[in-house]
Nanobody
Framework: QVQVAESGGGFVQPGDSLRLSCTAS????????MGWYRRQVPGKSRELVA????????NYTDTVKGRFTISRDNAEKTTYLQMDSLRPEDTGVYYC??????????WGQGTQVTVSS
């Protein structure tokens, strides 16, 4: 069973940086495209913020382009999200998961990011 564990969130001021980490297990990690998602309003669906393919190609939603950087360490089965120039609108719970995964996947607990002055 695929499991993920996110960490690295916190309470920061606008303009600060955070680095999120996500460690996965139960899969051959190098073969999977990975994504970071966020939920900004409880009860709303999660949006894909950034993704990285098994070969390292990256993609970002427009609101974070130029500020967030996704990367991966296949040996550590870990996906990272470097978040710079944080804004209040980046506030939310951040989750990671394989971009393509079966319907029985159980989301991790996520990591809370709060950006406020």
């Amino acid at each position: 069973q695929v499991q993920v564990a996110e960490s690295g969130g916190g309470f920061v001021q606008p303009g600060d940086s955070l680095r999120l980490s996500c460690t996965a297990s139960g899969l051959f990690f190098p073969n999977f495209d990975m994504g970071w998602y966020r939920r900004q309003v409880p009860g709303k669906s999660r949006e894909l913020v950034a993704s990285i393919t098994s070969r390292g190609a990256t993609n970002y939603t427009d609101t974070v382009k130029g500020r967030f950087t996704i990367s991966r360490d296949n040996a550590e089965k870990t996906t990272y999200l470097q978040m710079d120039s944080l804004r209040p609108e980046d506030t939310g719970v951040y989750y990671c998961r394989p971009v393509r995964i079966g319907p029985d996947f159980v989301w991790g607990q996520g990591t809370q990011v709060t950006v406020s002055s």
